[in-house]
């Protein structure tokens, strides 16, 4: 567990490429409070709707969640929804520059309408999908521009995933110059594959995740025990030459299988599932994440079951947070982690704090070698209401700010640690360089910061008033601070250091 826990603490920003279907998933919700008098069907009353990328553009957000760098290689219509996607993905940093213009087909559109029953708000289902697409594999032109494309930019990523859901984009001969580039450079590549009968066109990929019925498909092996895995997984790797196969088994978990003949079934934690949609994607992201940056598959699969099974939890295509993974590890532990809590979790547990009227106080910081002084200042804050919380910058956070040397602690560490005062009720991770989203997320009662910030004024400051919420200033403990406590070593260091040398001098 501390393994997996330091490995999604210090994913870091690799620089992974996605090559793949993309669409634009559009969501309509909505109640459903009465049958049409036209037809048996529901009728929707339409509250709101919200649009996220799909298919391959969903490997995209969740990469970009997690703090990777993305590169995203596919095609989209000379079309409104297609400039709806690019500007989502220019909106999140991705590099579009792999994603070229088709305009022989539509931007792949799907429209999910989502019905809550009567009017409580809960129970949320799908009622109807409606796809606009078409599907004919790409001209000879593309190809070669996007050919070029790889080749121009695989030599600089860390990692190369390929998403293929059978649109038109991934045909025999572009998955070949896939491969051939990927060998040429020596860059592991991994695809999620689509439901076909014959996997040839995958052959020379570093890794497959094909679910229980598209491996079942494929290798015509009834899936139904772990001799049945072995098998279909054997057939898969030997007849194309990858090195692992992952093979997702829904409620079962995962099964990686090495070429060497080894086998692991990996167990998932029962839970409710609301919506199976993203699973996949989640799959393939944690392993382009947790293998990017130089772990093994094993390690990538252990943490990619952990993603999958909060993705189901979710409505949609949602990304999974670094945070959420780690609560899901760390939390229920004991006491003390299980005040750690992600962003959208820590929501609903506000909201029940506020039908109670508790009044809530948010501070923010890095907290790298916690001293006296964060103590007092923690205790400050505490006592301004009811329960405090602590926004904490990981530990890209902190490095985008202070520098590759820091932080001295990592962000796990840091937050046990701020979760073993008595003072502070929840701790929560961010990776911007200010609070000010967290701050919005958590709408504070009370905000409160350093007395240095007085003259600069609190990033959040104005939020929070404007809602009738109040900043405060803490007083400092002069003289203690993370820098002065390591010059301090340093010297105390150095003296020693230079008491040796004269005594071996001496002598």
């Given at each position: 567990m501390d393994k997996l826990l330091g490995i999604i603490s210090n994913l870091g920003s690799p620089r992974i490429m996605v090559i793949g279907?993309?669409?634009?998933?559009?969501?309509?919700?909505?109640?459903?409070?009465?049958?049409?008098?036209?037809?048996p069907i529901p009728v929707i009353n339409v509250s709101s709707e919200d649009v996220r990328p799909g298919g391959a553009g969903s490997v995209v957000n969740n990469l970009q969640t997690l703090g990777a760098q993305v590169f995203a290689c596919g095609i989209i219509g000379d079309d409104a929804h297609g400039h709806t996607l690019l500007n989502l993905f220019k909106g999140m940093g991705v590099d579009t520059t792999g994603i070229v213009v088709d305009k022989s087909r539509p931007t792949i559109l799907k429209m999910r309408f989502m019905g809550h029953l009567q009017t409580t708000g809960k129970g949320v289902q799908q009622l109807l999908r409606v796809d606009y697409e078409k599907t004919h594999s790409i001209s000879a032109a593309i190809e070669r521009q996007l050919a070029g494309y790889l080749s121009d930019n695989i030599p600089a990523c860390d990692i190369i995933l390929i998403s293929d859901m059978n649109k038109g984009l991934l045909s025999h001969s572009f998955l070949k110059t896939i491969v051939a580039v990927c060998k040429k450079h020596k860059k592991i590549a991994i695809v999620d594959p689509k439901l076909m009968s014959d996997y040839a066109c995958y052959e020379g990929f570093t890794a497959m995740t094909p679910n229980r019925n598209e491996?079942?498909?494929?290798?015509?092996?009834?899936?139904?025990?772990?001799?049945s895995?072995?098998?279909?997984?054997?057939?898969?790797?030997?007849?194309?030459?990858?090195?692992?196969?992952?093979?997702?088994?829904d409620k079962d978990g995962m099964f990686l299988y090495h070429k060497s003949g080894?086998?692991?079934?990996?167990?998932?934690?029962?839970?409710?599932?609301?919506?199976?949609?993203?699973?996949?994607?989640?799959?393939?992201?944690m392993f382009g994440m947790v293998v990017g940056t130089g772990h093994g598959f094993e390690d990538a699969a252990l943490l990619a079951n952990v993603a999958a099974g909060i993705e189901v939890g979710k409505i949609g295509a949602t990304p999974v947070s670094k945070g959420e993974i780690l609560n899901e590890l760390i939390g229920g532990k004991n006491q003390l982690s299980d005040k750690i809590k992600d962003v959208e979790v820590l929501k609903g547990i506000l909201a029940e704090h506020r039908k109670k009227n508790d009044k809530i106080v948010f501070t923010n910081g890095c907290f790298d070698i916690l001293h006296i002084g964060h103590i007092e200042y923690l205790k400050f804050a505490r006592k301004q209401g009811d329960l405090l919380v602590v926004g904490l910058n990981t530990d890209l956070s902190v490095r985008s700010q202070k520098g590759p040397t820091r932080p001295f602690v990592s962000e796990i560490e840091r937050a046990k640690m701020l979760s073993a005062l008595e003072d502070v009720t929840y701790v929560v991770l961010f990776d911007e360089l200010t609070p000010l989203?967290?701050?919005?997320?958590?709408?504070?009662?009370?905000?409160?910061?350093?007395?240095?910030?007085?003259?600069?004024?609190?990033?959040?400051?104005e939020f929070v008033e404007?809602?009738?919420?109040?900043?405060?200033?803490?007083?400092?403990?002069?003289?203690?601070?993370?820098?002065?406590i390591v010059s301090r070593i340093l010297n105390r260091h150095n003296q020693i250091q230079n008491s040796k040398e004269a005594i071996g001098q001496a002598q």
């Open positions: 279907d993309l669409m634009l998933d559009k969501y309509v919700w909505g109640e459903v409070k009465r049958i049409s008098q036209e037809a491996t079942e498909i494929a290798t015509g092996i009834k899936i139904t025990d772990s001799d895995l072995h098998r279909a997984g054997n057939k898969l790797v030997s007849s194309l030459s990858l090195e692992y196969c992952i093979i997702t088994i080894e086998g692991k079934i990996i167990p998932t934690v029962p839970r409710a599932v609301s919506d199976v949609t993203g699973a996949g994607d989640m799959v393939l992201s989203n967290l701050i919005k997320a958590v709408r504070p009662d009370v905000l409160v910061k350093g007395e240095d910030w007085k003259k600069a004024g609190a990033v959040g400051g404007s809602y009738g919420g109040k900043v405060v200033f803490a007083p400092f403990v002069d003289g203690v601070s993370t820098t002065n």
